[in-house]
Each structure stands twice: as structure tokens, then as C-alpha cells.
């Protein structure tokens, strides 16, 4: 019960001293107050089932109140006791505290002040939602962010006409890139002194750690929110404080610890989900991504896994993909037998699955031929499971599960815990465009030959993209390039911000 005055500040706990320590004792939360059997809690705490009866209906009554639910008479006469009407009998007295038209009315969007942008993001980042925005170093996250601090002080369309609040956990605030893009950003160089957004209204706290992440995010933003009229919160990066925490373990300690992080990001998020729906304001976090590594037939006693040969396409994929992928097992003699799959396979196997990820076109006609599996085999089945992690992975890091992809396989930080305590997640992703036309050279072989070798290629400039991964106000992105507005937008980082590029440039 240690989040009961999380979820309902307001809650009479004084009613309930004598349950609720021991409660707190036993590990038992809201969420299991309201979804266990009186009895199953009842074993654990040693508490009486009446107690525990009166306590659950009591914070499910609050939680109505909470949300404008009132309750039925069935509800009502089940909180007094007595015995409960048929749901047939019981009379429809639910009305909810907002409807779909209000929630319309009341949506409200702060411009990337790219039109290509908010076409793709469905109008911009939408106040009272957690939206996140993920990418490799360098990709221009912070930018993005920046150009958010300065347009949410813009009236509607455009912004919220309000301040913001720029919490950081690495780097300090900007404020030299700021007043560049104030000065070069062609939207709010047209903008008349009075109404040009202003450095003053954008407020910096550092947080170095989790401790003092916490502890501002439950007492100090709500009274800075208020006080100051804030209407976007940043939080850059999400990811910086809970490494440093828990990543610095290792062996037994470290495993332990994950239930502890997965804890905390769930605080986290609720904090961060709180402060957006109370106050209606857009709360963006930026998030580090992390390499995906491929262990292949690691610890499953299993030799050669069935693939084309390596090549520079085949990328890195999930560890866990290692477990579903068919591998060949030797026979009595020694020799390969017969393909065997250990686990039905995933999305990591080109050939069974589409493709996901938005690659290059210019690369296509390079691409190795698939690998073969053994479903010529009449006694081999390869059903696809939808609950695997490899699976459905697709769909929420932004990277797809390629092997033939021609850039490296990525994963949004924190994992799948801090997945769902986000509405929205934008990913940013850059490429190297090489140079190949510099000068040869002659070299000497090992014969004595003289022949002419070409300089290695460079790195002449990057491509960047924004891709919208899921959000509910906005178009998942596609993985093709051809300029739509549902599509990854390519874009670059000028003076003024990020700029997208229309397909014609």
C-alpha cells in the first residue's frame, strides 16, 4: 500500500492505521488490493477478511469518486453489506466525467514548428500525454527538445502559450543554442518582439540522481507548474540516472536489483503521467538506445545455426532470438543430421516475416539471398508466436528485427517496463552517407607486383530520419521513404533547429 496516497492523495488513511502497516509489510499495492481474493491477502498479512472487505471497497469507492464514476446501487448496497442485487435488476446510474467531445474540445498540441513534423505527429506533441523521444548520440534529440522550450510559449495554434521546464540529468540547459535557434528559425523570425518567445520563460533543475529525481518531481514541479504556468516538462534523458544506479553492479547483486529499477520506472511514469493529466501539460523525456547483440546457439549445447554466410547486411539481432532460431544437431555419427527446432522461430527469420524497418532503397538490389529453413520437411512445422519478445519488439522500439538490415539493430533503453508507462515514443535515427571518389594509390603484394589500391571510403555527411513507433493521436510510420506525411520524415539540423527535407530536395 506504499503508492495508495500516490494513486489517491486524498484517501481517509486515518480510518484504516491498524491495516495499512501491514499491508505496507507484506508488499501488498493498490493494484493487488483491488484485483486479489480477500482470501489470498488474508494469508499473507494476517489480517481479517472483513477488514480487508471494508479497505478494498473503500479505495474502490474512492477511485469512482476520483475518476466521476458514481456507483450503482448494486455497488452501494454491496458496500453496506447486504445482499447484492442481480445485475439484471441493478439500474444504469454511470456517468462519466468527460466525454469524447469534451476531450476533443480540450486538445491541445505544441508545434515542432516544421509542418512536415506535425503532419507526421498528428498535430505536434499533445498536452496531457508522456511522449518520449529515442535515438542514438547525436541524432539531434536535445534539438528537438529545444525547439519544443521555445514553442510552447506561442499562443494556439502553435504552442500553449505557456512556460516550460527543462529537468536534466546530463548536460546543462543550452541556453547559447537556444537564443541561436530564437534568432535563425524562420517561424519565429517573423514573429513581432512582443510575442517572440523569451529565455526567461523557460526554468532549468539539474537532477544527479535518482534520490533527488524523485523527490523534485513529487514536491517541487507541482508547486513550480503552478506558480509559473508551465506547459511542457522535458526530462533529458530518463535513462542517465537509472544506469548509473543500477548498472554499475554485477553478478547475483545486479539481477536482484532489476526488480528494484522495474519498481522505480513504474513510479516514475506514474509520477510523469500524474503531472500531464492534473495540470494538462506535455511531458517529453529524450531516451538512450542500446546495441542488440546476437549470441547465437549461446548455452543451448547446439553447433551451426542454419544461415547465409556473414556478410556486412547481417546485423545485429535480439539475444533472444537465439532460442527460436533452427539450428542443426549432429547425428550418431558425427555428422549434421537433419535440421531440429528447438522453439518455434521469430520475426528475426527474414524469410517467414515482413519486413519492419525503414531502410535505405538504394540498398535493396544488395541484398544476399534469404536464408533456407527446413520447412521443405513435411515433419517440421514453423508457426509464428505472437508472445514472443523478438516478436512483438517490432513494434515498440522503432527498430525491426532485420537481419539483412543495413545499419545496426537498436533498443530504446530502460526495456519493456518503461514501454508501457509511455502514451508515445518518436525515434530518431541517422545514417552515414560514405564518400568513395578519393585518390588510389600503388601498393607492392607479397609477389612484388605492383597494383593500384582505392582509398577506403569516408564518411561525407548523415542522413537523419523521425519515425512516430506508436502513439494514439498519430500514424504508426512506415518503412518506406517517399515523402507521405505517414511516413519516416528525413529532416537535418540547421541554426534554426530541425528542418525536414521534402522529397523534391
Known amino acids: 500500500m506504499t503508492d495508495l496516497l500516490r ?12 491495516l495499512i502497516p501491514v499491508l505496507e509489510r507484506n508488499g501488498v499495492t493498490t493494484s493487488d488490493l483491488l484485483t486479489l481474493d480477500c482470501v489470498d491477502i488474508g494469508k499473507r498479512t494476517r489480517l481479517p477478511l472483513l477488514d480487508i472487505q471494508r479497505l478494498s471497497n473503500a479505495v474502490l469507492a474512492a477511485l469512482h469518486k476520483d475518476l466521476g464514476v458514481a456507483a450503482s446501487r448494486l455497488e452501494q448496497r454491496h458496500d453496506q453489506g447486504l445482499q447484492a442485487q442481480t445485475p439484471a435488476a441493478a439500474p444504469a446510474n454511470t456517468k462519466l466525467r468527460q466525454t469524447a467531445l469534451s476531450l476533443a474540445t480540450q486538445w491541445q498540441t505544441i508545434s515542432t514548428l516544421d509542418p512536415r513534423f506535425d503532419r507526421a505527429l498528428g498535430g505536434g506533441i499533445p498536452a496531457g500525454y508522456v511522449t518520449e523521444i529515442t535515438g542514438e548520440s547525436g541524432v539531434g534529440k536535445t534539438q528537438f527538445l529545444l525547439t519544443l522550450l521555445l514553442a510552447v510559449q506561442l499562443p494556439p495554434p502553435h504552442g500553449l502559450e505557456k512556460s516550460a521546464l527543462y529537468i536534466s540529468t546530463e548536460a546543462p540547459l543550452s541556453t547559447r543554442r537556444l537564443a541561436q535557434i530564437l534568432n535563425a528559425n524562420p517561424t519565429l523570425k517573423a514573429l513581432d518582439a512582443d510575442s517572440r518567445p523569451s529565455l526567461d520563460n523557460i526554468m532549468s533543475q539539474a537532477t544527479p540522481d535518482l534520490e533527488s529525481q524523485d523527490h523534485i518531481l513529487t514536491f517541487q514541479v507541482p508547486i513550480v507548474v503552478e ?21 554499475r553492479q554485477a553478478g547475483q547483486a545486479r539481477s536482484s536489483s532489476m526488480g528494484a529499477r522495474g519498481a522505480e520506472l513504474v513510479r516514475l511514469g506514474m509520477q510523469l503521467r500524474e503531472l500531464a493529466s492534473k495540470y494538462n501539460l506535455a511531458v517529453v523525456v529524450a531516451n538512450q538506445v542500446a546495441d542488440r547483440f546476437n549470441g547465437a546457439g549461446a548455452g543451448l549445447g547446439f553447433k551451426t545455426p ?3 554466410p556473414p556478410s556486412i547486411f547481417q546485423q545485429q539481432s535480439s539475444p533472444l532470438a ?3 532460431k533452427a539450428v542443426v544437431a549432429p547425428n550418431a555419427g558425427g555428422k549434421p543430421n537433419s535440421a531440429v527446432l528447438p522453439v518455434e522461430p521469430t520475426s528475426s527469420m527474414a524469410g517467414l516475416v515482413p519486413r519492419s524497418s525503414n531502410v535505405d532503397p538504394g540498398y535493396s538490389s544488395m541484398k544476399p539471398p534469404p536464408p533456407t529453413f527446413p520447412s521443405d520437411d513435411p515433419s517440421s512445422t514453423l508457426p509464428l508466436t505472437a508472445l514472443l519478445l523478438d516478436h512483438q519488439q517490432r513494434w515498440f522500439t522503432g527498430w525491426g528485427d532485420d537481419p539483412y538490415a543495413d545499419y545496426g539493430l537498436k533498443t530504446p533503453s530502460l526495456g519493456l517496463v518503461w514501454s508501457t508507462q509511455i502514451s508515445a515514443r518518436i525515434a530518431l535515427f541517422k545514417r552515414p552517407c560514405y564518400h568513395t571518389g578519393g ?8 609477389d612484388g607486383e605492383q597494383y593500384e589500391e582505392q582509398a577506403a571510403p569516408t ?3 548523415w542522413k537523419r530520419w523521425m519515425k512516430v513507433v506508436f502513439a494514439p493521436h498519430a500514424a504508426a510510420s512506415t518503412p518506406c521513404l517517399n515523402g507521405e506525411a505517414d511516413e519516416p520524415v528525413e529532416y537535418e539540423v540547421t541554426m534554426g533547429g530541425v528542418k525536414a527535407i521534402e522529397a523534391s530536395e
Open 459 to 461: 564518411v561525407k555527411s
Open 7 to 18: 494513486v489517491l492523495p486524498q484517501f481517509p488513511v486515518g480510518q484504516y492505521a491498524s
Open 306 to 308: 542454419i544461415a547465409p
Open 227 to 247: 506558480r509559473r504556468n508551465i506547459g511542457l516538462i522535458v526530462l533529458d534523458s530518463v535513462a542517465a540516472n537509472f544506469r548509473a544506479e543500477f548498472e
Open 439 to 446: 585518390a588510389s594509390r600503388y601498393a607492392i603484394d607479397d
Open 322 to 324: 537465439t532460442r527460436s
